[in-house]
C-alpha cells in the first residue's frame, strides 16, 4: 500500500477547451492570478501526491512552461480522457494513482487526501469522487448498485430520460490502483457519440470485472466544479476570490467592501492593513501593518511598507517604504525604490527610479529613470527629460535640492547636494552643489500694450 506521501498524479490537461472560445489553452486561464492547471497541482502536492504526470497536448508548449519541473507526455491528438491517459500509461507505477483533470480549480488537498483514506478503508480498486449538483447538466451522472458500488458513467450526451434525473456527478477525479488501471485502459474503445475514448467507461470495465468500485461523495460539491466555459470560469474566480477575502479578514485584514475587493492567491497581507472598495491586489504583492489601500487602486507584484497610504493609484513591480504617501492618481510603473516618508501626489508619473527617504513630488511629474536622494523637492509640472530619441539617460537629484515648477532636467544631468533649480528653468548641465540654476528667458513688460491694442475692457 502506498503511504500518502508517496502518491502518483496524473493530470489531465491536453484538451483544447472549445468551449472557451480562446487561444489560450483552457487549462491556462487563471482563478486569482493562478492558472487553472497549477490550482490542481498544487492541490496534488499539498495533499501529498509526490510525482506528478502531466498530459499536454493543445497548448502544450505553454502549459509545461507554466509547469517546470513536472513529468510530461504528449497527446498528439486530443481524442478524448481516456485517450489522453493512454498517453501516460509507460509511467503508472503499480501503486495506487490520482487521476485528476486540469479544469476543476477549486479543488481542495484536504478532499483528496480524505478520499485516499476512503480508498483504502473500502479496500477499493478505483475510486470516484462524486458530488450532488442541483443542476447536473453537461456533467457525467454515476449509477450505483443496491450495494452503493459504482457501476457505471454515463456522459450526458449517452443519458436517457432516468438518467438525466440522477444528481449525482463525476468529477473526473479517480483513484486508481495503477496496474488495474494499466491492465484494463487497453480495453477502451471509441464507440459513443462523440467518437473519443472515454476515461470513465473504465468504471464500467472494472465493476464488469468485479472489482471494487467506490464513489466519494463529497458535501461542497462548487469544490469540484469542471470548468469548460468562461461563464463557469467567472463563477469559479467568484469562489475563490471570496473565499481568499474571507481568510485575510479572519487573519485582521480589514475589507471593506469585498465584493469589490480582488486579492491574488499570491498576495500576502499584514494585519491591520486596510483595503478600502476597488481594488486589485496581485502577483507577488506584500503589505505590511497599518497601510492603507484603495480605493480604487491596482498593486501588481509590489512590497508595500508600514503605514502607507495609495489612493486612487495604480503601483507596478515597485517597492515603497513605511509611511509614504501614494495618489491619488499616480501611476508607478515598474521598477521603482521609494522611501520612507515619502509623497507621491496627483498625476505623478514614476518609472525605473530610486526616490529617498522624505521627498517629495506633489503634482504634475514625470520622473524617469531618476537617482533621486533624500528630502528632495520636486514642483509641479517637473519633467525628467530621459530620453533622446535613442537612449535612456538617467537624472541624478542630489540631497536636500529643490526643483521649481515647470523645470525640464535634460539627462544625463545631475543637480548637486543643497541646490535651486529656478521655475520654468531648462537644466541641461549639472548643477553644482549649493548652487542655483536659472535658464530662462529674462521677462519684459511692454507698458501700455493692452490699451494701445484697444483691448481694454
Ligand atoms: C469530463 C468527464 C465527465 C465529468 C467531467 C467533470 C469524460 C469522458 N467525461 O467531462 O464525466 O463529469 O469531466 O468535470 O471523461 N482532456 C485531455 N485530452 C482529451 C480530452 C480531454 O487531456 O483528449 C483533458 C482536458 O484538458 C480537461 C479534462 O481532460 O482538463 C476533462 O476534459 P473535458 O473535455 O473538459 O471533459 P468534460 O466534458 O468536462
Ligand atoms: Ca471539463
Known amino acids: 500500500m502506498n503511504s500518502i506521501s508517496n502518491l502518483q498524479g496524473v493530470i489531465l490537461a ?126 457525467g451522472r454515476i449509477i450505483r448498485d443496491s450495494d452503493g458500488n459504482i457501476i457505471n458513467i454515463v456522459e450526458e450526451r449517452d443519458t436517457n430520460s432516468n438518467q438525466k434525473e440522477i444528481s449525482e456527478i463525476n468529477s473526473g477525479i479517480y483513484l486508481f490502483e495503477g496496474v488495474l488501471l494499466k491492465k484494463f485502459l487497453k480495453l477502451l474503445n471509441n464507440d459513443n457519440d462523440q467518437g473519443e475514448y472515454y476515461i470513465t467507461e473504465i468504471i464500467k470495465i472494472f465493476s464488469n470485472k468485479d472489482l471494487k468500485v467506490g464513489g466519494f461523495l463529497i458535501d461542497n460539491s462548487r469544490e469540484v466544479m469542471g470548468v469548460n466555459n468562461r461563464l463557469q470560469l467567472s463563477q469559479a474566480e467568484a469562489f475563490t476570490r471570496q473565499k481568499i477575502n474571507e481568510s485575510h479578514m479572519l487573519k485582521g485584514v480589514t475589507i471593506v467592501d469585498p465584493i469589490n475587493t480582488y486579492i491574488d492567491h499570491t498576495v500576502q497581507l499584514e494585519n491591520d492593513v486596510t483595503i478600502l472598495p476597488g481594488c486589485i ?80 513630488a506633489s503634482h504634475l511629474t514625470y520622473i524617469g529613470d531618476g537617482d533621486v536622494g533624500e528630502n528632495v523637492n520636486i514642483g509641479c509640472g517637473v519633467v525628467f527629460v530621459n530620453y533622446d530619441g535613442k537612449e535612456k539617460h538617467r537624472t541624478v537629484l542630489e540631497d536636500n535640492c529643490f ?26 548641465k549639472d548643477v553644482p552643489d549649493t548652487d542655483l540654476a536659472v535658464g530662462r528667458a529674462k521677462q519684459e513688460n511692454i507698458a501700455g500694450w493692452v490699451k494701445r491694442k484697444g483691448l481694454l475692457k
Open 14 to 139: 491536453a484538451g483544447e477547451g472549445k468551449r472557451m472560445y480562446s487561444k489560450k489553452p483552457k487549462v491556462l486561464h487563471e482563478i486569482c492570478g493562478i492558472t487553472m492547471v497549477e490550482h490542481v497541482c498544487n492541490a496534488a502536492r499539498l495533499a501529498g501526491v509526490s510525482e506528478i504526470i502531466v498530459v499536454t497536448g493543445h497548448g502544450g508548449d505553454e502549459v509545461r512552461k507554466k509547469l517546470q519541473g513536472l513529468k510530461f507526455v504528449n497527446q498528439e491528438k486530443q481524442l478524448g480522457t481516456g485517450h489522453a491517459v493512454m498517453q501516460a500509461e509507460e509511467f503508472i507505477k503499480d501503486g495506487t494513482v490520482f487521476l485528476l483533470c486540469g479544469d476543476t480549480p477549486l479543488l481542495q488537498a484536504e478532499t483528496l487526501k480524505n478520499m485516499y483514506k476512503f480508498h483504502i478503508a473500502e479496500r477499493n480498486q478505483a475510486t470516484v469522487l462524486t458530488a450532488k449538483f442541483e443542476n447536473p447538466y453537461g456533467y
Open 403 to 428: 526643483i521649481g515648477c515647470n523645470t525640464n532636467l535634460i539627462a544625463p544631468v545631475t543637480v548637486g547636494k543643497n541646490s535651486y533649480v529656478a521655475a520654468g528653468t531648462t537644466v541641461t
Open 281 to 360: 491586489i496581485s502577483g507577488h504583492t506584500s503589505i505590511k501593518e497599518d497601510s492603507v489601500i484603495g480605493p480604487n487602486t491596482h498593486i501588481i507584484s509590489s512590497q508595500i511598507g508600514k503605514n502607507v497610504k495609495i489612493k486612487n493609484s495604480v503601483v507596478v513591480e515597485s517597492k515603497i517604504d513605511d509611511g509614504t504617501c501614494i495618489g491619488p492618481y499616480a501611476n508607478l510603473r515598474p521598477g521603482n525604490v521609494i522611501g520612507k516618508n515619502v509623497k507621491i501626489g496627483d498625476f505623478v508619473e514614476m518609472k525605473n527610479s530610486i526616490f529617498g527617504d522624505n521627498s517629495k
